[in-house]
């Protein structure tokens, strides 16, 4: 008798799909140029280099003038990918990206490599979990989140072709696919991943792949939950966000950023000057900077882990 | 976004051939008398709108004169032609200078100067690229222009269109580290499509610079730093117009241009409390008599 094993799913650093994406696209489009600050090797631009030495700007450890760079291409006509590791690239040049970016308008695609807690064990100076609060807070500015490899590639052919700037955070946690190839890339749209009825939970980026196998734990428990991959944070889905207070029973969130105004906070804004005041658990980094860790290891610190999304889940059914 | 003034732009067009027939001093006089109408304008709206940066938009006049009136291949009935030059003020807060100048080309209509900063107004105390035809870049926090001067001159490069840049920078805003970063980078890429131009007129909002943050010697810095430098009387149309050529070394170029603080009327020159001082009428009477 042969016992059929499930082998785990494999899983992928986003930021090879986004590089393959980029070099597919600057084949057909001599406009698009990469622009990174010395950081060719961590934004996997070492292809892209090799076979566009021109169209790839490397401006030196300046992420301000990184910033402005791309705006000036933009201006020029081009289309630039500002490429740097998520903390600095919207830490340091947060600024450039209001005045430069946001307020002027440029088409340029903001790249926010290895965001979250990717960084793990180098510590909070290196984690990104105020991008998303912080690139939020400023209009004109949109915001997408890649939960696999197709989301990936789909993220930077769209931003590539709008008349507006793009923030795209660009995961390198190694993550399973998420099926985002099923479903079509809209924007400001999240996408529903999973039919629920009970509860929603509603996940971005590295964490969707939890998402869904927390529901599926919550289904042998007799609970059915929604998933929704919250692919754009900006502009928000404002119509999947009360679908889900109105249809469901409480809401459960889930980002690898800090709970001050992320995802978390966007939904339960929304939430509560609706008509459906369900419940809702912001789960996320909360409090503290982070200790000393892998990324996995502080991913379970924070309470992200699939069972505390189950039980999350099971607090705001209580609670309903 | 405001509309081209067809008729001012006829008239300025009509002014730019009649700058490139002449010859220094016909051609300056006729230079200086367009610098003493816009900072007359500037003097109106200031007053106007009882907002502003009075003591920097009159030092940098004759900078902006000498670029719309005889330098930089623009359109105001096109401003997004694509081969056009690239004006970048990076300090912003001199918005009226900059306005009264655009205005003065047509890219809007005079009129609408008398808008400036009222409320719901296209011309905010500090410029909005999709709001005033001419404008490049939102500017306003110091130390953002230069690099997206560089970004826009790389672009000239790579485009092949070859279009020259140009940005406008503070002496005090060379505090600002970004503009180093941009030093840098105009350096490493060799733009020599690129001028930076350093409206040196010693003052800062609050006191002088060399008494705040002392950029001396700034000519053997940016020299330092792989510029063409080029020390000037940022008053002096003809050197103005000489220091705006292109490079000559395949280096980008960085022109000091020494100016005074409230240049043009008598009690705001040089002094500090002119930064952002509004005249009161008679102060006005006054300045625009001797900028008549």
Avoid at chain 1, 101 to 119: D, E, I
Avoid at chain 1, 149 to 172: C, N
Wanted: with cysteine.
């Amino acid at each position: 008798m042969s016992i059929a094993v499930e082998s785990p799913s494999p899983t992928y650093d986003n930021r090879t799909a986004f590089s393959d994406e980029l070099s597919s696209l600057a084949r057909e489009d001599s406009r698009i140029v990469a622009v990174c600050s010395d950081s060719v090797g961590s934004s996997n631009l070492t292809g892209f280099r090799d076979e566009f030495p021109k169209r790839l700007i490397n401006v030196g450890i300046a992420e301000q003038n990184l910033v402005g760079v791309g705006a000036g291409l933009a201006n020029g006509g081009l289309v630039p990918f500002v490429c740097a590791a998520a903390p600095f690239l919207t830490g340091r040049a947060l600024e450039q990206i209001k005045a430069d970016v946001a307020y002027s308008q440029f088409r340029v695609v903001l790249c926010g490599m290895s965001p979250g807690m990717a960084y793990g064990e180098l510590g909070p100076t290196h984690h990104s979990i105020e991008d998303l609060s912080w690139l939020r807070a400023l209009p004109g500015l949109d915001i997408i989140v890649p939960a696999d490899r197709a989301e990936t590639r789909e993220a930077v052919r769209w931003a590539a072709a709008q008349d507006h700037p793009t923030y795209i955070r660009v995961g390198r946690f190694k993550v399973p696919d998420v099926g985002s190839e099923d479903h079509p890339f809209l924007r400001g749209r999240f996408t529903r991943l999973r039919e629920g009825t009970d509860v929603t939970i509603i996940a971005t980026g590295t964490l969707v792949s939890r998402a869904q196998e927390a529901a599926e734990q919550l289904r042998v428990d007799g609970i059915s939950a929604r998933v929704l991959n919250a692919s754009f944070i900006a502009p928000l889905d404002r119509e999947s966000i009360l679908a889900a207070a109105r249809e469901t029973r409480g809401i459960v969130t889930v980002e690898e950023a800090t709970v001050t105004g992320g995802l978390g906070a966007a939904v339960a804004s929304v939430v509560v000057e609706s008509a459906f005041r369900v419940p809702v658990r912001i789960l996320g980094v909360n409090g503290e900077f982070a200790p000393t860790g892998s990324t996995a290891f502080l991913l379970e610190y924070f309470g992200m882990t699939v069972r505390d999304i189950a039980v999350a889940a099971n607090e705001v059914l209580s609670r309903a | 976004m405001l509309d081209n003034d067809v008729r001012q732009t006829q008239l300025w067009r009509e002014f730019r051939d009649r700058v490139a027939t002449l010859e220094a001093p016909e051609r300056d006089e006729l230079l200086a008398s367009r610098a003493r109408e816009t900072r007359r304008n500037i003097v109106g709206m200031i007053f106007g709108a009882a907002a502003g940066h009075i003591g920097g938009d009159l030092s940098v006049t004759d900078i902006l004169t000498a670029l719309f009136g005889a330098v930089l291949r623009v359109d105001p009935a096109n401003p997004r032609w694509q081969d056009r030059d690239r004006f970048i003020l990076s300090k912003g807060h001199q918005a009226g200078a900059l306005y009264a100048t655009l205005a003065g080309c047509g890219f809007f209509a005079q009129d609408e100067l008398e808008s400036f900063m009222k409320p719901g107004s296209a011309l905010n105390g500090h410029p909005n690229r999709n709001k005033v035809p001419g404008v490049e870049t939102n500017t306003g926090p110091l130390g953002h222009g230069f690099p997206v001067a560089v970004g826009a001159a790389l672009a000239a490069r790579l485009t092949g269109r070859g279009f020259r840049v140009f940005v406008v920078l503070g002496d005090g805003e060379m505090q600002e580290g970004s503009n180093w970063e941009a030093l840098m980078a105009g350096a490493q890429y060799g733009l020599s499509n690129l001028t930076a131009i350093v409206d040196r007129n010693r003052l800062q909002q609050g006191a002088r610079t060399e008494d705040t943050n002392g950029l001396d010697p700034l000519d053997a810095k940016l020299e330092s730093f792989g510029w063409e430098v080029r020390m000037i009387d940022g008053h002096d149309f003809t050197e103005l117009l000489t220091a705006l050529r292109p490079s000559t070394t395949g280096r980008p170029v960085a022109v000091i241009a020494n100016t005074t603080k409230g240049k043009g009327v008598s009690f705001m020159e040089d002094k500090v409390e002119w930064h952002h001082k509004v005249p009161n009428s008679d102060q006005v009477a006054l300045a625009l008599e001797e900028l008549s």
